[in-house]
Nanobody, 115 residues
């Protein structure tokens, strides 16, 4: 059974940096991709950053240059480094891993950016 647990969310000010961590337990054999998503109040969930099994990354425009996804395979941990945070980055951030085309999700961690 694969389980994901996020941590590192909180209240920060605009311009601050924050790193989210996702601890993955269980076998990740057959991983296709991993990444982070977010959902702001009243909005649909959106991709923040994604890393394929070959290490290639993909970011939507709002995240390019500010957000970085990474993965420590030895420790089964995923990271989301967020810089230059803006109030519009306020959301619940969730990590995701796709193993053999099945998605697994964490419970999410709340990030609030004050102006």
């Amino acid at each position: 059974q694969v389980q994901l647990v996020e941590s590192g969310g909180g209240l920060v000010q605009a311009g601050d940096s924050l790193t989210l961590t996702c601890a993955v337990s269980g076998s990740t054999e057959g991983i296709i991709a991993s990444g982070w998503y977010r959902q702001a109040p009243g909005k649909q969930r959106e991709l923040v950053g994604r890393m394929q099994s070959n290490g290639r990354t993909h970011y939507p425009d709002f995240a390019k240059g500010r957000f970085t996804v990474s993965r420590d395979n030895a420790n089964n941990t995923m990271y989301l480094q967020m810089n230059s945070l803006k109030p519009e980055d306020t959301a619940i951030y969730s990590c995701n891993i796709n193993i053999r085309w099945k998605d697994y999700w964490g419970q999410g961690t709340r990030v609030t950016v004050s102006s």
